[in-house]
């Protein structure tokens, strides 16, 4: 999946990995295997490259798999 890198003047809009996998209540690996997937997208800090989550995009993620029927 393509990842887009962010401006600096942006940044505060975003959460680390650790912060977003805490958010949402996974792993790490987690949120790496959904990009991969495209479930949900991960954008590139300009200074090291590491995955940063939107805020806003999590909240509408969250929202939309607490919508979902559990398995079972």
Do not use: H
Not at 9 to 18: E, G, H, P, Q, V
Not at 30 to 38: F, M, Q
């Amino acid at each position: 999946m393509y990842n887009v890198v962010i401006g600096m003047n942006k940044l505060s809009d975003y959460l680390t990995i650790k912060k977003a996998s805490n958010v949402l209540g996974v792993c790490e690996m987690t949120l790496r295997r959904w990009d991969e997937a495209g479930k949900l997208k991960s954008y590139r800090n300009p200074a090291n490259k590491y995955r940063l989550y939107k805020r806003a995009e999590l909240k509408s993620f969250l929202a939309k798999i607490s919508k979902q029927k559990p398995y079972g």
